[in-house]
């Protein structure tokens, strides 16, 4: 729960609040974040926030938060991708192409639901042969781990 103000002003916003750490005294945080812009190429121009946090600088789209807010290399996030492992990437990229053969998603669900209304013949035969080898390899991965624990 918290409560944040936000001011803008030429070329940089202003955040204003109130943290604390593990219960500690409450701490007012008033500081800006700049703003950079960079063109388009359709036109127009996209604005940024160059991180906050010391000797960062960084370019980005989101600021985390935190004491300070920063951007997810400063908070030390990583996408959920970057902790997968290769059975769960491998069982992830299935299911992205069940959804786009219009199957019900989980590679338990078997791979004999029909080619989507509209889809050429040499595609649909193209992400199945795609789909079986993730799915082999995901399903082969599972069967390693289980093995582990005999």
């Known amino acids: 729960m918290g409560d944040i103000m936000v001011r803008a002003a030429a070329g940089h916003v202003v955040l ?34 160059l991180c906050p946090a010391r000797g960062c600088g960084r370019r980005v789209a989101t600021l985390y938060g935190g004491a300070v807010f920063a951007c ?36 338990f669900n078997g791979s004999n639901w029909g080619r989507p209304k509209g889809m050429h013949r040499a595609t649909y035969w193209r992400l199945v042969r795609e789909y079986d080898a993730l799915e082999a390899h995901a399903l082969g991965s599972i069967m390693d781990w289980v093995h582990r624990f005999r």
């Open 72 to 107: 997810r290399h400063c908070h030390g996030l990583a996408y959920p991708s970057e902790n997968e492992s290769a059975r769960d990437r491998a069982a992830r990229r299935a299911d992205k192409l069940r959804e786009r053969l219009g199957w019900p998603v989980g590679i």
């Open 16 to 49: 204003t609040y109130r943290t604390r750490t593990n219960g500690g005294d409450w701490r007012d945080m008033d500081y800006p974040v700049q703003i950079d812009w960079t063109p388009c190429h359709l036109g127009g121009t996209r604005a940024w926030f």
